[in-house]
């Protein structure tokens, strides 16, 4: 359950993220744990490798198989995972045989890793030679980061064991018996509480990425959400199942979640800190530009926290075209592409959308075109040092061929699409140039959504419900943005949804909202589909299979490791596994 991590191996060579930033690259050697801590240095250093897996849960690569890679937008209706034959946790989640013999350990190996390097970072702060204010704010860092870390394992397992500060080894009796679930969201809490009473609001220069009082809170705010939502009340996928009712879920319902949860996202906003980024002017005309451009920028007034990362091709290397030197893979479903709305922001199933089948990219939510890359998307390329805009086909029809011909649907992506969403439109991975990017792992629409989404649940959908809604839409160039007035607690709980799905796209979110809000049983359970496009003597769309999704029950929530339960066999595992 908890590996013995060596100090050495945590300093030998951290995980390069920004430069000049606290996690350069650092190299060490002939470390133990007195040189460690009694040395400033190599104790902050300890700390800031803590860090570097903060972002491993909604990572693009976090199903890592030799060369193919995906995340969790593989896992779900998001997106198709590259070469169908594999057997990376993507596929078993796409085809349902995911089982606690093959499950990935990753969300129960790692947080339990970085929760036992913290408690060991705080057992040893008061000998460390740091001044008194710098132990009060690195105290602060390692109790959100702890409470990161049981977050992570919350949301895909339910209550786990909370061991404290204790700091375990192979000796010892380590605790075979899982929390409650009010327990481990008491805890949480409690930890990020801890972090925001001496942590500055935001971070700056060199310390941004850090935690800062606004991570905590948001924290706070996204962990309230999922504790009000259905998944985790009224016993959750255990009802009726004594002893793992209350371990999951809360074994009651009660509706005051919601407003404290709507509280707790109402508390980030009122820190006045953070603000949707928004650009009208770098592209003139270009509505929603700021959208697209606030993925390219390293700081920027949405990101509340980040994953810091050097100088980078990361994205360009995995999402982008084969011909721009992508992987293309994993590449959306046509269910993803559908749900953006048009321009107008009424979805393309509302008669009066003006959404037309034979033209079905055009006047779309500018969101789709800085998400997707589909037939016909124009892309800027470099020659002779001078940018030209070149037009992407997906077929090899077109007269005369084009060089994006090996793109094309069949052969570069099994859907017809390609992920746009964070890849810098300025670098191409093989040709010259990097990002300055960093990734998100909490931003402030996640905010505005979250409130939107609780105050909702509680009240119903009041005029600040509206307002979250609306900045959002007004932000990605939706024109109206406004949504109908007069809407139901239910027809805004639709409207919030929809939203969610296409504003946080691929960003780790959508996996496990479906389940919270328990409806994977039928987004995750249903044939997926992609689109061929024929420029014969007239362009026509034909829609066609690529992959049956299956979801069991049980896929609610992730079945913990085998090899942890064999080793700790009072584990009790979770339902219908």
């Known amino acids: 359950m908890y590996r013995i991590l060596s100090i050495v191996g945590f300093l030998v060579i951290f995980q390069a993220c920004q430069k000049s930033g606290f996690l350069d690259q650092t190299t060490t050697t002939s470390l133990n744990e007195e040189s460690t801590f009694s040395d400033s240095a190599n104790a902050m250093a300890f700390l800031n490798n803590i860090y570097s897996n903060m972002g491993f849960a909604s990572d693009p690569k976090r199903f890592n198989g030799g060369s193919y890679a995906a995340g969790l937008e593989a896992s779900c209706d998001e997106a198709e995972g590259p070469n169908a034959s594999s057997s990376n946790g993507f596929i078993q989640f796409a085809t349902g045989t995911v089982n606690p013999t093959v499950v990935p350990d990753d969300a129960w190996r790692a947080s339990y890793n970085n929760i036992r390097a913290a408690n060991q970072f705080l057992k040893h702060l008061p000998v460390i030679p740091f001044s008194n204010s710098l132990k009060q704010t690195s105290k602060a860092e390692a109790h959100f980061l702890r409470g990161w870390y049981y977050f992570m394992l919350l949301e895909h397992y339910g209550g786990v064991p909370i061991i404290g500060d204790s700091i375990y080894t192979t000796e010892d ?11 481990v969201v008491n805890y949480i809490l409690d930890e990020c509480d801890s972090a925001a009473a001496y942590l500055p609001v935001t971070q700056t220069g060199s310390n941004y990425g850090r935690a800062s009082k606004g991570a905590a809170l948001a924290l706070k705010s996204r962990l309230l959400l999922y504790a009000a939502s259905p998944l985790f009340n009224d016993g959750g996928i255990a009802k009726g199942i004594d002893g793992l009712d209350s371990i999951v879920a809360y074994p009651d319902t009660d509706p005051t979640r919601w407003a404290k949860a709507a509280e707790a996202a109402r508390n980030v906003i009122a820190l006045n800190a953070y603000s949707l980024y928004v650009d009208s002017t770098t592209v003139s005309g270009q509505l929603g530009y700021g959208f697209m451009d606030l993925f390219t920028k390293r700081y920027n007034t949405e990101y509340i926290l980040a994953h810091m990362m050097e100088s980078n091709k990361y994205l360009e290397s995995l999402w982008d075209v084969p011909s721009r030197g992508g992987s293309g893979g994993p590449v959306p479903y046509q269910e993803m592409v559908d749900a953006f709305p048009m321009a107008n922001g009424l979805p393309i199933t509302d008669p009066n959308s003006g959404y037309d089948p034979q033209n079905p990219y055009k006047n779309r939510d500018p969101r789709l075109d800085y998400s997707i890359i589909h037939d016909s998307t124009l892309r800027i390329t470099y020659g002779a040092n001078q940018p030209t805009p070149v037009t992407l086909y997906w077929n090899t029809k077109v007269s005369p061929a084009v060089a994006a011909s090996g793109d094309a649907v069949h052969k570069g992506t099994a859907t017809g699409y390609y992920i746009f969403k964070m890849i810098d439109p300025d670098i191409i991975n093989n040709g010259i140039g990097t990002s300055p990017r960093c990734l998100p792992l909490i931003r402030y629409a996640e905010i505005l959504l979250n409130y939107a989404e609780a105050q909702n649940e509680s009240v119903g959908p009041d005029n600040s419900v509206y307002q ?110």
């Not at 009796?173 to 327990?183: D, E, V, Y």
């Not at 709980?493 to 939203?499: F, G």
């Not at 249903?526 to 496009?533: D, Y």
Request: charged content about 25%; glycine content about 6%; proline content about 6%.
């Open 173 to 183: 009796q380590m605790p075979q018996t899982r929390n409650a679930f009010s327990s």
């Open 468 to 577: 979250a809604i609306e900045a959002i839409r007004q932000r990605a160039g939706l024109r109206p943005y406004t949504l109908p007035e007069g809407m139901d607690q239910g027809q805004m709980r639709e409207a919030i949804r929809r939203e969610r799905r296409v504003e946080l796209a691929f960003e780790g979110f959508r996996f496990f909202d479906v389940r919270r809000w328990m409806i994977a049983d039928s987004t995750d359970n249903q044939m997926m589909h992609g689109m061929e496009v024929d420029r014969g003597t007239t362009v026509s769309y034909n829609e066609f299979n690529v992959r049956k999704h299956n979801f069991k029950k049980a896929m609610y929530l992730w079945p913990l490791p085998l090899s942890e339960i064999s080793k700790l066999p009072g584990l009790k595992q979770n339902p219908l596994y």
